[in-house]
């Protein structure tokens, strides 16, 4: 660990330290705060459950917004969750779902790679309070971020008042950062001059505006861990269809032996899958992603295997943090951590023909994608990044099992007639993979002929006919659907008998 003082070189702000309890004394009721962190890394995690305790004990009827780059931890976000009056624009909080199903929190999903901009044009109002994690204040006052970017830089750039959390307990993550901020109009905005994925085109610190920094508090505490369990057989099975359907694409388009940049999801599907690339005969791989999790920590010690990676958060479960601090130099040398408007660029995805992949709730058979709610309304998390990649990706995959078993003990087909929610659209997915197999979305044909071909090799054998049966049912037309709905009700009885008699066997568990 390292001490306070030296990892505050700026003498001005060294007089701005002070107990966590006293700085929760600048947040006031209706306040809105921009904070760091996204997939549970680089949050402030002294500064928000001290600030829960500060309201239950003081003013329980206060009320705040509160703006992050993804998910916050359960240790954090749970605690100042019934305090939130809004949220965006992505949680996986039990207790803040639980607020938002019973109307309690607002919350607006959006594309990550829009709310960053949108909080700098000031769609969401004037931020009052920032409160970010840093490993280190320079002596200019800039500050040297944590393991996630996010949106840090644009709250601190935009907040009213500033409050920094010193994170003496890991390590100085200086030399890992590349950041800049998006244009905001009239100032015409630039084209960003990445072409390659280890380009760097902004600073290694967010300058800040040392008058509006209030207080600066210590941290001695890790990252959370993310929890990951051992890859199903399923799973390793999705994994295996995904690299042979990369190989099949490789010699189909002659990519040579380089294959395009890699964007992986979070999860034990994801990891499966980087873990599969690793074993696989691609070298040099590049990683164009939003996370830095544990199946790619291997790549860090094989530089045939592995060239670069960008990202806006390094994540990891907590056997993934003592590996990745064991090669933390390495590290330093080998991944980019940038803003998550840069690293979900819609542009740079685009430019860098980024393979995407991504796990939903369930696909249907016409090849839409769910990634965040249940039965239609019932939210889990966020689009995320999700959106910003399948829309520009030169090859972009959703992978999910054929089948899910619930907590209820039914077993649910994740390939549906029809999501009732749809993230993504038929015209953003090219190719859908379960353990079952894959079917490509690239050629022109009919929405019938996708809907056969989805069933027949992507589908649980067992839900099949009835699948079949959906389609004959719904007739003719383009992704045409049946819409009496007391053929729809008997179809639904169907199902759900199927769902409640399904073999356990083999089905993947909730």
């Given at each position: 660990m390292a001490t306070l003082q030296e990892r505050i070189e700026c003498k001005q702000l060294l007089n701005k330290v002070m107990p966590v309890e006293e700085a929760v004394k600048f947040v006031k009721n209706n306040d809105t705060l921009a904070i760091s962190g996204f997939t549970k890394?680089?949050?402030?995690?002294?500064?928000?459950?001290?600030?829960?305790?500060?309201?239950?004990?003081?003013?329980?009827?206060?009320?705040i917004s509160l703006f992050t780059g993804a998910s916050l931890s359960e240790q954090v976000e749970g605690p100042i969750a019934k305090y939130v009056a809004k949220r965006g624009?992505?949680?996986?909080?039990?207790?803040?779902?639980?607020?938002?199903?019973?109307?309690?929190?607002?919350?607006?999903?959006?594309?990550?790679?829009?709310?960053?901009?949108?909080?700098?044009?000031?769609?969401?109002?004037?931020?009052?309070?920032?409160?970010?994690?840093?490993?280190?204040i320079r002596e200019d006052g800039g500050?040297?971020?944590?393991?996630?970017?996010?949106?840090?830089?644009?709250?601190?750039?935009?907040?009213?008042?500033?409050?920094?959390?010193?994170n003496t307990f890991g390590s100085d993550y200086t030399g890992f950062h590349?950041?800049?901020?998006?244009?905001?109009?009239?100032?015409?905005?630039?084209?960003?001059?990445?072409?390659?994925?280890?380009?760097?085109?902004?600073?290694?610190?967010?300058?800040?505006?040392?008058?509006?920094?209030?207080?600066?508090?210590?941290?001695?505490?890790?990252?959370?861990?993310?929890?990951?369990?051992?890859?199903?057989?399923?799973?390793?099975?999705?994994a295996a269809n995904v690299i042979e359907f990369l190989q099949?694409?490789?010699?189909?388009?002659?990519?040579?032996?380089?294959?395009?940049?890699?964007?992986?999801?979070?999860?034990?599907?994801?990891?499966?899958?980087?873990?599969?690339?690793?074993?696989?005969?691609?070298?040099?791989?590049?990683?164009?992603?939003?996370?830095?999790?544990?199946?790619?920590?291997?790549?860090l010690d094989n530089e045939d295997k592995f060239e670069v990676a960008s990202c806006t958060a390094v994540s990891f479960s907590n056997a993934g943090y003592k590996?990745?601090?064991?090669?933390?130099?390495?590290?330093?040398?080998?991944?980019?951590?940038r803003p998550m408007w840069l690293s979900n660029s819609p542009e740079i995805i685009s430019r860098l023909f980024v393979i995407a992949m991504n796990t939903p709730i369930e696909v249907d058979i016409y090849g839409h994608a769910n990634s965040t709610h249940v039965d239609g309304s019932k939210i889990?998390?966020?689009?995320?990044?999700?959106?910003?990649?399948?829309?520009?990706?030169?090859?972009?995959?959703?992978?999910?099992?054929?089948?899910?078993?619930?907590?209820?003990?039914?077993?649910?087909?994740?390939?549906?007639?029809?999501?009732?929610?749809?993230?993504?659209?038929?015209?953003?997915?090219?190719?859908?993979?379960?353990?079952?197999?894959?079917?490509?979305?690239?050629e022109i044909r009919s929405a019938i002929r996708r809907a056969d071909e989805?069933?027949?090799?992507c589908a649980h054998p067992y839900f099949r006919p009835l699948l079949r049966s959906y389609l004959k049912m719904a007739g003719t037309g383009d992704e045409p659907r049946i819409t009496d709905l007391a053929r729809l009700k008997g179809w639904w009885d169907e199902y759900d008998t199927a769902c409640k008699e399904f073999p356990a066997q083999g089905a993947n568990t909730d």
């Amino acid at each position: 660990m390292a001490t306070l003082q030296e990892r505050i070189e700026c003498k001005q702000l060294l007089n701005k330290v002070m107990p966590v309890e006293e700085a929760v004394k600048f947040v006031k009721n209706n306040d809105t705060l921009a904070i760091s962190g996204f997939t549970k890394s680089g949050e402030p995690k002294v500064f928000i459950p001290a600030l829960a305790k500060h309201f239950a004990a003081h003013a329980p009827e206060s009320r705040i917004s509160l703006f992050t780059g993804a998910s916050l931890s359960e240790q954090v976000e749970g605690p100042i969750a019934k305090y939130v009056a809004k949220r965006g624009p992505y949680m996986s909080s039990s207790e803040s779902r639980k607020l938002i199903l019973e109307g309690k929190m607002d919350f607006t999903d959006v594309h990550l790679s829009q709310f960053a901009r949108n909080l700098m044009y000031g769609f969401y109002g004037e931020i009052d309070v920032a409160v970010v994690e840093v490993s280190r204040i320079r002596e200019d006052g800039g500050v040297i971020l944590t393991s996630s970017v996010g949106i840090s830089g644009e709250a601190l750039t935009k907040a009213k008042k500033i409050i920094l959390e010193v994170n003496t307990f890991g390590s100085d993550y200086t030399g890992f950062h590349d950041l800049t901020q998006p244009r905001v109009y009239p100032r015409v905005g630039w084209p960003v001059p990445v072409t390659n994925v280890g380009d760097r085109v902004g600073s290694l610190h967010v300058p800040i505006d040392l008058s509006k920094v209030v207080a600066v508090v210590e941290s001695r505490m890790p990252d959370y861990g993310v929890d990951f369990k051992d890859p199903s057989k399923a799973e390793n099975q999705i994994a295996a269809n995904v690299i042979e359907f990369l190989q099949g694409l490789q010699k189909k388009y002659s990519w040579g032996h380089r294959i395009p940049p890699i964007q992986s999801g979070v999860g034990n599907i994801a990891n499966a899958i980087v873990g599969g690339l690793y074993d696989s005969p691609f070298n040099k791989i590049r990683f164009w992603t939003e996370v830095f999790q544990d199946g790619m920590l291997k790549f860090l010690d094989n530089e045939d295997k592995f060239e670069v990676a960008s990202c806006t958060a390094v994540s990891f479960s907590n056997a993934g943090y003592k590996q990745f601090l064991q090669n933390f130099d390495k590290a330093r040398e080998k991944i980019i951590l940038r803003p998550m408007w840069l690293s979900n660029s819609p542009e740079i995805i685009s430019r860098l023909f980024v393979i995407a992949m991504n796990t939903p709730i369930e696909v249907d058979i016409y090849g839409h994608a769910n990634s965040t709610h249940v039965d239609g309304s019932k939210i889990i998390n966020g689009l995320g990044g999700s959106g910003d990649f399948l829309r520009n990706a030169y090859v972009s995959i959703v992978h999910t099992p054929s089948t899910r078993r619930l907590k209820d003990g039914r077993t649910v087909s994740c390939v549906m007639p029809y999501v009732r929610h749809i993230d993504h659209t038929e015209h953003d997915i090219k190719c859908v993979v379960t353990e079952q197999g894959v079917v490509l979305n690239t050629e022109i044909r009919s929405a019938i002929r996708r809907a056969d071909e989805i069933i027949e090799k992507c589908a649980h054998p067992y839900f099949r006919p009835l699948l079949r049966s959906y389609l004959k049912m719904a007739g003719t037309g383009d992704e045409p659907r049946i819409t009496d709905l007391a053929r729809l009700k008997g179809w639904w009885d169907e199902y759900d008998t199927a769902c409640k008699e399904f073999p356990a066997q083999g089905a993947n568990t909730d």
